[in-house]
Structures are given as C-alpha cells and as structure tokens.
C-alpha cells in the first residue's frame, strides 16, 4: 500500500479556492460594469480631444479657388466602418486648405498639394465615384491623391477605416470641382 501524498492539498481547500477564484472575477467585472471599466468604445474613441496639430506639408496651391470650394463643401462627420467620425478643429498654426475628422488615426485631407512623384504614365489610378485616385499605401494607412481636378488632393485614410471617407470625399469633388485629364 502507498502512503497519501502529504503535498497534495485536500478537496475541501480546492473548493474554497476555486469559490474564491470565481468570486474575484465575479467582483471585477461587477466593478467594471458599474464603473464603465474604462472602456473606450467606438463611441469614445472618435469624439476628439482637443485641435489636432497638423504638420505642415508644402500645399502651394493651397488657397486656389478650386480648394477653397472644396474645403467650404466638406462634411461636419464622415462615415468609417459604420461609425461617424466629427470633424476636427486643427491647432494653430492650421495649414490652409487642410481638414481632419475622428480622434484616434484621424481621417485627413490636404488640398493643393504639389503633383505626387508616383504619378507617371504608368500609374494605376483608380476610379472611385467619378474621381480617378492614385492610391499610395505606408504604414497602416492609404494616401489617396485625386489627379485629375485642377488641384490636387490628398486624403490619408487608416488601415481600419473602412471605404466610407474615401467614397463621401470622392462625392464631394466630383460635385464641386471640375475634372481634367490627369497630368503625368
């Protein structure tokens, strides 16, 4: 016969810690719902927080009649992935024709940018309803350059943004700027 395992802890300790074990996790998430556990939700995440700062990029034609139209017609939200991000209010110094929407990963577009490098005889633009884009992808987010307006545009949309922001902007353009011919 073997002798009992004098290590081994007895049934009722086992109980009493599993009882235990369950009643810290009952009260943690007890206190997360009261408390609102922090949570971040979609509902959170896009509310912003303040201006954003904008860095300044070379837009030489930044207050061209073409982006003073377009940025007088853009949204107070845009749709993304079902959610509606607001509009931001950009830091001072605000770069002239420039605007921003949702807190986190901000959608962004600049108006009167210089020609984008990539854009060449080459270059496989895109058409989203009515406006050819040259998609540029970097790091979790797509540069979308409208090529074929007077001015051109970039909108810099996140990774996780869905195709919203760019088919609402497209609407815009085509709406209120007259197309061209894109200039490789």
């Known amino acids: 016969?073997?002798?009992?395992?004098?290590a081994a802890p007895s049934r009722s300790l086992i109980i009493v810690a599993a009882v235990l074990g369950l009643g810290l996790v009952a009260a943690v998430v007890a206190i997360g719902i009261a408390t609102g556990g922090g949570d971040t939700s979609a509902d959170d995440a896009d509310k912003p927080t303040g201006p954003l700062p904008l860095v300044a990029v070379a837009a030489p034609e930044s207050g061209s009649a073409a982006c003073t139209t377009l940025t007088g017609?853009?949204?107070?939200?845009?749709?993304?992935?079902?959610?509606?991000?607001?509009?931001?209010?950009?830091?001072?110094?605000?770069?002239?024709?420039?605007?921003?929407w949702g807190a986190v990963n901000p959608?962004?577009?600049?108006?009167?940018?210089?020609?984008?490098?990539?854009?060449?005889?080459?270059?496989?633009?895109?058409?989203?309803?009515g406006v050819q884009w040259l998609p540029v992808t970097d790091q979790g987010a797509t540069?979308?350059?409208?090529?074929?307006?007077k001015a051109y545009i970039a909108l810099t949309v996140p990774a996780d943004a869905g195709t919203g922001p760019l088919q609402e902007i497209s609407d815009i353009i085509d709406a209120e700027?007259?197309?061209?011919?894109?200039?490789?």
């Open 1 to 6: 016969m073997s002798e009992p395992d004098a």
């Open 143 to 149: 540069t979308w350059y409208a090529v074929d307006r």
């Open 73 to 100: 017609a853009l949204p107070d939200t845009l749709e993304s992935a079902g959610k509606q991000l607001p509009r931001r209010e950009l830091a001072d110094p605000a770069p002239e024709g420039a605007a921003a």
């Open 107 to 129: 959608v962004v577009l600049r108006c009167g940018i210089p020609k984008p490098g990539t854009l060449t005889k080459t270059a496989k633009l895109r058409q989203v309803n």
């Open 177 to 184: 700027l007259t197309a061209v011919p894109p200039r490789p």
